[in-house]
């Protein structure tokens, strides 16, 4: 079966964007990240700073999130919590870009979104902490917080929304077709691997 | 770093003894399946069958165990559960094997034994039910029990096994530099791409 769709989930500074983007480069076909995120935010009304923020994390606020209502939308959340109706767009838009033709999704559990999407890929990518610790250091810069302290909160955030919404355990092998370490392989080599199984899928289509 | 000893670890019925000897024929190095199981027999004084059948399973019998004492070496247990001891010989034979020299090794924890190993490349391999239930037919033939029954015990066996000896989840993707899906990918597909892993890591030794 051709594989026209390919999921990217990562840990937080594993390289998961930049793997994304250029196995997107290389296939000539487009890119759903930042896009992604505008996407749902036209649809939900909600800022895309706030969709960034809140669409891969616990659903923690849910129970605060009823007195929020997204502006110029009012009424449209239907009694269902922030992080509900987020995750309902969601979805929405995610089946929507895989129903328009081949591309790579960046994050927001698409994986699970698209787990019977007969043309999907899934890929996990991942890295050891100080691999990731160094590189978000370098490509986010220094903040308050230690490396590692910012790269345990977002990997906590990332995992119970995971749970949450899907019922999977995060980072379980068996949730996707191929995961790679990119500490280990080196961010190209994770992107050519993948390249690599995108076009002999169309050999044998 | 160069990547010379290739660790391969499996759900029963994915290809990983059928990936880890292509792997082997293609980089023409040594391939440790059968060969391990007899090494790790010659060295606890176990049957190879029954090194075979408990080296990768739960420890269950270790209250039992104590009542067996291996044949021709009486009193070498130390006190050990069968388990245990199997275990420790496990480990002393996996270490030995990859201070030898370039290998493939299949199973049995070598993934944990491993895991400093600056050289070592570490490979999960799976597949769905449906796929790995076709395989074990078509390899092993039928039994009396469903091969979907044969494949809950084996896995649970094996993960309890895991959980048991090296406190990390089976299956966990972090575990490992490499996961790979057979049904997905193809059983030679994956060995192309673990044989092109390995080549790369020689070109930036």
């Known amino acids: 079966m051709e594989k026209t769709i390919i999921t990217i989930s990562r840990e937080f500074g ?3 964007r930049t793997i994304g983007r250029m196995i997107a480069d290389k296939l000539g076909i487009p890119f759903y ?13 909600f800022a895309p700073k706030y969709v960034e923020e809140h669409g891969e994390h616990s659903p923690s606020g849910s129970l605060f999130a009823y007195a ?6 009012p ?13 309902n767009i969601q979805c929405r838009v ?8 081949p591309c790579v999704i960046v994050g927001r559990n698409a994986d699970y979104i698209l787990k019977d999407h007969p043309e999907a890929l899934h890929v ?12 978000i250091v370098r490509r986010y ?19 119970v929304n995971y749970q ?8 379980q092998a068996q949730n996707y077709d191929i995961c790679l370490d990119t500490g280990v392989l080196g961010i190209e080599q994770c992107a050519d691997i993948v390249v690599g199984i995108v076009e002999k899928s169309r050999e044998g289509k």
């Open 124 to 135: 996990f990518v991942f890295a050891d902490i100080p691999y990731r610790a160094e590189r």
């Open 75 to 87: 009424g449209v959340m239907n009694g269902l919590s922030t992080a509900d109706f987020l995750w």
């Open 94 to 101: 995610i089946l929507q870009l895989a129903e328009k033709g």
């Open 33 to 45: 990240d930042k896009e992604l995120v505008d996407q749902i935010a036209v649809e939900s009304g």
């Open 141 to 159: 810069g220094e903040s308050e917080k230690a490396p590692e302290q910012r790269l345990a909160e977002k990997d906590k955030r990332r995992r």
């Open 68 to 73: 929020f209502t997204p502006q110029g939308v």
């Open 14 to 16: 594993s390289g998961g």
């Open 164 to 171: 949450h919404y899907t019922g999977r355990t995060w980072g």
